[in-house]
């Protein structure tokens, strides 16, 4: 028998011998238990079948309704942003030893694959400050939820302190971890911008597992870690520090700064927002905490005639076979996105990398200035910043109707930070990266002081 579609396994004659097999006629007596009157009547009201070329065209017009980079100026970070992607990464990671890679189980034949990794380790290590990297998380909510994990589990303790200016979404996947694991959750509030030390300080004892904050946060501002650090650290407790990667560029090491624990999202190295993720997380910690780690490490090592090899390395067992004992249920990584992160740094090298947080730091503050020319806006806050900062609108606008009149004029403006603060209402967190231009920047204040009016 001829089939009609070659690419389709299942042939009118391949379905008459199953029927056959299982003993009925048709299709529809494999529904005769539900009752006529709960099933579905007539048509579902669905388009007709269309062919590859139709389908083609509207699969595009549906993706043309999407807000990308390609079309759209954007001013939106809280998470995810718009930096620039040396072509070179799309040129590496579509290698199919790369691209179709699923997990190097079998390091004899795994070696290219193993060794991404681990310089992906080796990178993070040292723009972080700190002594071993895993393989890569998710992304960086869930290594901070690790982190969370991680730190309760080293300490025996049941507390977790965290501050309010911690990305609102790893928030959420924290106390979804410290739930399952019968963990308290203290959350710090915020001052100008950043967390209230005081408070901090007061909520800290003996019973407090770990301190965790982001620096710079969710607001864009700069964290006083070092003020910070003998807080937790005083009580024999863990420092858990999210962080955006490009800032390392220029901040000083987290490492330095005494944190245990650092972990963050490395989207900012070459891998493209794509409308949500993936992205990739990255988790280092201190020596001591070496074999606390989730996931798995790569190693480097040399084999029985002397020559350099990588393996899998002081993964723990017990997360694949003995569930009951796992600290964690990160059993995988993201060594594709990893990849990109690493062919990002050897592309960009110590004097790229600092020389596009320096971009990010002056175009930012160049447009928080030009914002604040006009008198209809002001800063939220005055602590130092990286690439983001809040604008306060007045009381009469939102920034759903601030957002909806940029969009139109073909800008995806800020954060809304009322969605998740109900004291920000009226706030409006504007992010900036490298890819930004003056011109786009002037255009953006004009166009704000316009909407307004």
Partial sequence: MKQKHRYIPMTEQDQAEMLKVIGISSVDELFHDIPESVRYQGTLPMSEALDEAKLLKHMRSLADQNADFDRYTSFLGAGLYDHHVPVVINHVISRS??????????????????????????????????????????????????????????????????????????????????????????????????????????????????????????????????????????????????????????????GKLGADVVVGDAQPFGIQASLGGPTCGFFAVTEALMRKIPGRIVGQTVDVDGKRGFVLTLQAREQHIRREKATSNICSNQALLALCASVYLSTMGKAGLQEVANLNIQKAHYAAERIKQSNKFELAFSSPFFNEFVVKLPAHVSVQEVNEKLIARGIIGGYDLGLQYDELKQHLLVAVTERRTKEEIDEFAAQLEEVLS
């Fill in 97 to 254: 030893e790369f691209y179709t890679a699923y997990t190097p189980y079998q390091p004899e034949i795994s070696q290219g694959e193993l060794q991404a990794i681990f310089e992906f380790q080796s990178y993070i290590c040292e723009i972080t400050g700190m002594a071993v990297a895993n393989a890569s998380m998710y992304d960086g909510a869930t290594a901070l939820g690790e982190a969370s994990a991680l730190a309760a589990a080293h300490t025996k303790r049941k507390q977790i302190v965290i501050s309010k200016a911690v990305h609102p979404e790893a928030r959420e996947i924290v106390c979804t971890t410290a739930h399952g694991l019968g963990l308290e959750i203290v959350e710090i509030d915020t001052s100008n911008g950043v967390t209230d030390l005081s408070k901090l300080e007061a909520a800290v004892s003996a019973d407090t597992a770990a301190v965790v904050i982001q620096s710079p946060n969710f607001f864009g501002c700069i964290e006083d870690v070092r003020s910070i650090e003998p807080i937790i650290h005083q009580h024999k407790g863990l420092l858990v520090m999210s962080t955006n990667p490009l800032t390392l560029g220029l901040l000083e090491s987290p």
